[in-house]
């Protein structure tokens, strides 16, 4: 039977944030927000088995021991924006790697605004609000990616995915450049080393890359206002 709430309650929860709980083990497996009857989504896309996912995958395993998946509503009577913060600091308490040496979550994307707001060392917080600013070798030629919006809004896995494509641009012209610099804020949160620029098979017109990413690079966790306009424009070439 499928389960659902009264109009009633759901005029009363308004926007709320939830937990799927495993009953065989009483943990916490995925966190979500939403309205209306979006807590119980995933127990019924879990019928359709042309779907898969490990939390799927999960809420199947619970069914077939004959159980139901525990469901509990964490704060209720919230706006969006209010909902998607609670989830946000939720998925990053229960995630974050130095508290947690289990992965207990099934969740694919992080927290909203995870990369600017979420859990950070005090060192981290330094970095991000009083950087230093990037000194670049004079042989070096950059293509300045600017991921606002692809890596805030969780639509890709990683940064090296939000970084890499599908970009209005010209490819000719970046196939000249010695890094390519990921941008958040103004600030460089990744170095990548391209291997090979080509045009796009999914949108027409834009161009992808495949590199190497450089972790010990010393343009890491630099400002770039120094050296470019960190506008609206996503794609900016230095020294090219």
């Known amino acids: 039977m499928k389960e ?3 109009t009633s309650v759901i005029e009363a929860l308004q926007y709320y944030v939830y937990c799927l709980v495993d009953p065989r083990s009483n943990k916490i497996f995925y966190i979500g927000k939403g309205h209306d009857n979006r807590i119980f ?3 019924n896309d879990a019928l359709n088995e042309t779907l898969s996912s ?6 199947r395993e619970i069914r077939r021991k004959g159980l139901k998946v525990s469901y509990y509503i964490i704060r209720h009577g919230l706006s969006e924006s209010e909902a998607l913060l609670v ?7 229960l995630t974050y790697s130095d508290f947690n040496r289990e992965s207990i ?3 694919i994307q992080s927290g909203h605004h995870q990369w600017d707001k979420g859990i950070k060392t005090v060192d981290e917080i330094n970095i991000i609000y009083d950087c230093a600013e990037i000194e670049p070798s004079p042989n070096d030629r950059f293509v300045c990616i600017n991921i606002n919006k692809t890596y805030n809004n969780g639509e890709r896995d990683n940064i090296y995915e939000a970084t890499r494509k599908y970009w209005k641009m010209n490819g000719e012209r970046a ?8 941008l958040y804020r103004g600030i460089v949160r990744a170095v990548f ?10 949108y027409e017109g834009r161009w992808e890359f495949d590199g190497i990413e450089v972790n010990d690079s010393p343009y890491l966790h630099k400002s770039v206002k120094n050296i470019i306009n960190c506008g609206q424009n996503p794609v900016t070439y230095y020294n090219m």
Do not use: C, G
Request: net charge positive.
């Open 54 to 59: 490990l939390k799927l995958d999960i809420i």
């Open 41 to 43: 989504n995933h127990a």
């Open 105 to 107: 979550l099934t969740n």
């Open 4 to 6: 659902e709430f009264k």
């Open 87 to 93: 989830e946000s600091v939720l998925i990053d308490m």
């Open 175 to 182: 196939k000249s450049a010695t890094y390519v610099l990921s």
């Open 193 to 202: 080393k391209p291997t090979r620029w080509y045009k796009s098979q999914e």
